[in-house]
């Protein structure tokens, strides 16, 4: 018995004594004990029992103030319990059960000893046994024992069988695996499990369901989602306010790709009986933000003010958040001054909202008076309100406030600063050109370094480029084997980039290859970023077969047009042309939409300069059929060469002049005045002896007419 307690609670008719030997009884897993005190008890006070022991399943299974809203959806055990009552459950049995349920599994423990040990005490496990440990197992972590026992109780020679809880908590079961261990569930098992329940003749119901789609919302899976919600309805089970919650959250992901399903869900809304509660709501306005979606927006809130459903600070905070989104600052205030009208409080996530959309107006007069206010109202200041006034700052290149603020977290702990926080600092030093101070601030992430504040790889990318852009290459190399040694963390293409381009900036291109090759040692998957630094190196040490070895790595990959113009480049600068050409004809035919002047204007110039004149003038006329249009330079080259070429033939050169000159007024580009005039001569020239030759051909097929 706890000490100092007052004297009724040992008096035995008294539900405190009862309750606490009950307690204690449970715990020290007397069930002999136990089982005599509760004949006792159904014997002289079958009410005091019902309160006494049910009540602590309540209690330990109602779910958390944030999921109020979806309570009858969050532990099935509840609704199971409330639904079987005490009658169902022996003394023994339901004793034991209580003492799983509140004490947990040992995680050594197999599930045959458990067993084991109720059947020595002479105890029969039940339904409620299976569920208790299934649920706990899921908590915990425990899934392989988790699923070890829904496999065992789903034999034939098992002695329960599995009911709807057992199938529902499992299927919850699978979320929690997921969110703790990020490990994808195979849908397929899911659809067995459900055809399984139909052969055992338990039918799912809407919490099943919402499970399923929950899961599937979580890992991703939206068409799936969309699926059982159908299957749900196909059922003949009523989709409830959980489930619509839950798809509408799904829905944020990919505006662009789930717009239907969007616009769907909100129409299916109408056919729904009973009324919305100010958590959907809240979910479906944020949605709708996020698609753009104004109509729905207006049609939330008219719906909010018809049925008399006060908006709350989350309602709130999604307009203020939205309008500072969309630069419409004075929305954002007059939705504080209304909410500040009602009544209604506004919390730190409401001033950070707000606070958000003074720095991204640059009002940060305005944010800091929204601080004060929060201090005078004893609102706690959080550090992302601080990060984000940081980030606002560093915009504004205000060096002065960012060190106040540096020097009030970081020195003063007025506020525990995270890592993002330092990070923060770090871009904020560099972007204000202070190189000075990015190693004090690195010493004062070390010198706090603990469980909450460690270096990441955001940390060790920033101090890099700092220094580098500040050409302290030492420094900077110093750091990058301190990463290397101690293996903080898994180092990523960042940090190697980001030392590669320092190094190339400043000439030192054979460190930039030795870095390169350091990465190459770690098996990291190199994308894009390693591979324009190499063209660049590469172009700047004209070393061509590596630059071919690097084309054909990387010709399946999606890279930038900045990327492929270096790579042509190097071949031009090389001497390859027909290399060049050959390259250029692979992106013409897979990339012929997206490539622009630049590429066009390399190309071109590269088959003039290595005497190509024919593949230059192709070129052209290609572009002009993609509208691409290059400097006046180059077609001036262009129009140039064909004039004073003497291995063109007459017609192509009119062919070709005629296509650029035509182009060249139509757009109106401008190029050398008397390589036009030139240009117009040789084409008027040509004219003439055209139409001749029309004339000539026109008679002579009108005398061989006359002789037929």
Not at 122 to 148: C, R, S, W
Not at 163 to 192: A, C, H, P, Q, W
Not at 249 to 269: A, E, R
Not at 616 to 644: F, H, K, P, Q
Request: charged residues 25%; proline residues 3%.
């Amino acid at each position: 018995m706890a000490e100092g307690s007052t004297n009724e609670n040992y008096d035995p008719t008294t539900y405190a004594f009862i309750s606490e030997t009950m307690n204690e009884l449970a715990i020290y897993i007397m069930l002999g004990l136990g089982f005599f005190l509760l004949q006792y008890l159904a014997d002289v006070a079958f009410d005091l029992i019902s309160n006494l022991i049910l009540p602590r399943f309540y209690n330990t299974l109602r779910p958390e103030p944030e999921e109020e809203a979806k309570s009858s959806n969050d532990d099935t055990l509840m609704n199971y319990l409330k639904t079987n009552g005490y009658c169902q459950l022996t003394g023994a049995v339901h004793l034991y059960n209580i003492y799983l349920r509140n004490k947990g599994v040992p995680k050594n423990e197999a599930l045959v000893t458990i067993f084991e040990k109720m059947k020595r005490q002479g105890i029969a496990p039940n339904n409620v046994t299976y569920n208790i440990l299934l649920y706990v197992y899921m908590k915990e972590g425990m899934f392989d024992m988790a699923t070890e026992l829904f496999y065992h109780c789903r034999q034939p020679d098992s002695e329960v069988h599995p009911d709807l809880v057992s199938f529902n908590t499992y299927f919850k079961g699978l979320v929690l695996n997921y969110n703790k261990v990020n490990k994808r569930i195979d849908l397929e098992m899911v659809s067995k499990l459900l055809g399984e329940m139909k052969r055992l003749r338990i039918n799912p119901n809407a919490i099943t369901y919402n499970t399923i789609i929950d899961l599937c919302i979580t890992m991703g899976y939206i068409k799936e989602a969309w699926n059982y919600f159908n299957g749900m309805k196909d059922e003949g089970l009523s989709p409830d306010l959980f489930t619509y919650s839950t798809l509408f959250k799904g829905l944020k992901v990919s505006p662009l790709i789930y717009q239907p399903y969007f616009d769907s869900l909100f129409k299916s809304l109408e056919v729904y009986s009973k009324p919305l509660d100010i958590v959907l709501l809240n979910t479906i306005m944020d949605t709708a933000i996020l698609y753009k979606d104004s109509e729905k927006i207006n049609i939330i809130l008219d719906y909010m003010n018809k049925h008399n459903i006060q908006p709350s600070n989350v309602t709130y905070g999604i307009l203020i958040r939205a309008f500072s989104q969309n630069g419409i600052f004075e929305n954002s205030l007059s939705m504080l001054k209304e909410m500040k009208s009602k009544g209604i409080k506004p919390n730190e996530i409401i001033y950070g909202c707000i606070i958000d959309s003074c720095i991204k107006a640059r009002m940060y007069t305005k944010a800091e008076e929204f601080l004060q206010e929060m201090n005078t109202q004893q609102i706690p200041i959080n550090i992302v309100i601080y990060t984000m006034l940081l980030k606002g700052y560093t915009k504004e290149r205000n060096f002065t406030r960012i060190w106040e603020l540096y020097t009030k977290i970081a020195i003063e702990h007025k506020v525990y600063p995270n890592i993002i926080f330092y990070n923060a600092i770090l871009e904020a030093v560099i972007q204000c050109s202070r190189y000075d101070l990015i190693m004090e601030v690195y010493e004062r992430i070390t010198k706090e370094n603990s469980k909450y504040i460690i270096a990441d790889v955001i940390t060790y990318a920033t101090i890099l480029k700092g220094l580098c852009k500040a050409q302290y290459l030492d420094k900077a190399f110093k750091v990058y084997k301190k990463i290397r040694k101690e293996k903080v963390f898994h180092v990523e293409e960042v940090i190697y980039t980001t030392l590669m381009h320092g190094y190339y900036s400043i000439g030192k291109y054979k460190e930039c290859e030795d870095i390169h090759k350091d990465m190459l040692s770690t098996n990291i998957k190199v994308t894009e970023a390693t591979y324009n630094i190499l063209a660049k190196l590469y172009k700047k040490t004209g070393e061509y077969e590596k630059t071919v070895k690097l084309y054909k790595e990387v010709k399946p990959r999606k890279m930038s047009l900045a990327f492929w113009t270096c790579i042509l480049q190097i071949c031009i600068k090389a001497k390859q042309i027909e290399k060049a050409i050959q390259i250029f004809e692979d992106l013409h035919a897979r990339l012929r939409n997206e490539l622009d002047q630049v590429i066009y204007n390399t190309i071109v110039s590269g088959c003039i300069f290595s005497g190509h004149l024919t593949h230059a003038c192709m070129y052209t006329v290609r572009g002009i059929d993609d509208d691409i249009v290059m400097v006046g330079e180059v077609y001036a080259r262009v129009v140039n060469n064909i004039l004073t070429s003497r291995t063109m033939d007459t017609y192509s050169k009119r062919d070709y002049l005629g296509s650029i000159m035509r182009y060249l007024d139509i757009k109106k580009i401008n190029v050398n005045s008397e390589v036009k005039e030139k240009a117009k001569r040789l084409l008027n020239d040509a004219q003439y002896h055209r139409t001749k030759y029309e004339c000539r051909k026109n008679a002579e097929l009108k005398e061989n007419w006359y002789k037929i």
